[in-house]
Nanobody, 128 residues
Framework: LQLVESGGGLVQPGGSLRLSCVGS??????????IGWFRQAPGKEREGVSS????????VYADSVKGRFTISRDNAKKTVYLQMNNLKPEDTGVYFC????????????????????WGQGTQVTVSS
């Protein structure tokens, strides 16, 4: 399974970006997978941002992004999106998407659990 992120860039505070995560080579039915977005800022640990279950679209968000970020999926395109609005400097970091087929349902555990497959990441910089 391969994951490719895109959509990162430089944006001013208050601006928006939409990240995409395209998957290929899924080894099981898509309905078994959770796709998560994670980020890592320089000198900080990686943190879970949002996750979505591909079967029903159920999703969870970290408190730091709730109300500003929206995760969605298009199973036909094997793509998960992360719409990021009202971006803040503290949102700066490398954003990774990850996939795992072992979740029965979505819960906040998806933001801290281990994932089997990871993309290479896309840089998001929020600065004036």
């Amino acid at each position: 399974l391969q994951l490719v992120e895109s959509g990162g860039g430089l944006v001013q505070p208050g601006g928006s970006l939409r990240l995409s995560c395209v998957g290929s080579g899924f080894t099981s039915d898509l309905d078994y997978y959770v796709i998560g977005w994670f980020r890592q800022a320089p000198g900080k640990e990686r943190e879970g941002v949002s996750s979505i279950h591909l079967s029903d679209g159920g999703s969870v968000y970290a408190d730091s992004v709730k109300g500003r970020f929206t995760i969605s999926r298009d199973n036909a395109k094997k793509t998960v999106y992360l719409q990021m609005n009202n971006l803040k400097p503290e949102d700066t970091g490398v954003y990774f998407c990850a996939a795992d087929p072992s979740f029965d349902s979505i819960s906040m555990d998806a933001l801290t659990s281990s994932y089997d497959y990871w993309g290479q990441g896309t840089q998001v910089t929020v600065s004036s």
